[in-house]
């Protein structure tokens, strides 16, 4: 229903943390959304660009968002490409913090050995923006393994007003999520916890959902938690 609500216009995708591009593939093709897909492991990104190779709706870049470091090169963690990765979401764990990385170390044994520090480019949301002249975000989506709160905050609200934001809370503590959750309340945003594995944090604009919509969505979810 959210994704329905935020198609009634064009979608305009902001993804960082992109991966290999499969996880909206199917959205991102069958309705032609138009996006810019951020991915900061060079391998991995290679993956993406051959996933969509062709669609000069989307603009693919190969560096790291960070909240104030703009076109300087800092050091990066990647995870070392395998030919059978140890679980499914393994390259899902590159981050510019090693210590988060190794907290999935009691699933993946030797993962401290899987870990190659590179040195990669780092951009601003807003230099982004400005480079690329964006005047538009309608879905905004971060996954950057404990760095996801810290470039929400980082993303210009007072400039562009996403309808819809989903970013990953597991490795954030609470103080930084009830930091970000006032900064999202204060710009206009409903906060839902999603409560699953990666705690998932979705922040709803009030232009596409009702305070009553939000109330009754909200109720929904703590009773499947429950059950």
Do not use: C
Request: hydrophobic share 40%; aromatic share 10%.
């Amino acid at each position: 229903q959210l994704f329905s609500r935020i198609s009634r216009k064009p979608v305009k995708l902001l993804q960082i943390g992109a991966n290999n591009g499969s996880l909206l593939y199917d959205a991102i093709i069958k309705f032609r959304w138009s996006a810019i897909l951020i991915e900061p492991v060079p391998f991995i990104f290679d993956e993406l660009k051959q996933r969509y190779a062709g669609r000069p709706n989307l603009q693919l870049l190969n560096l790291a968002i960070h909240p104030t470091e703009d076109r300087k090169k800092i050091p990066f963690y990647e995870v070392k490409k395998m030919e059978n990765p140890p679980t499914p979401w393994y390259y899902g764990l590159s981050s510019f913090d090693k210590s988060t990385i190794l907290t999935h170390r009691d699933l993946i044994p030797g993962l401290e050995g899987m870990i190659n520090e590179i040195a990669i480019e780092a951009r601003t949301i807003s230099g982004i923006i400005d480079e690329l002249e964006v005047d538009d975000v309608n879905f905004l989506m971060v996954d950057a393994e404990g760095y996801d709160a810290t470039i929400v905050r980082s993303f210009p609200f007072q400039k562009i007003h996403p309808s819809l934001v989903i970013f990953e809370g597991k490795h954030i503590s609470e103080d930084e999520l009830d930091i970000t959750k006032t900064l999202l309340g204060k710009a206009g945003y409903h906060w839902l916890p999603m409560q699953d594995w990666e705690n998932n944090i979705f922040a709803i604009s009030h232009q596409i959902m009702s305070e009553d919509e939000f109330g009754l969505l909200n109720e929904i979810i703590a009773n499947r938690r429950q059950n």
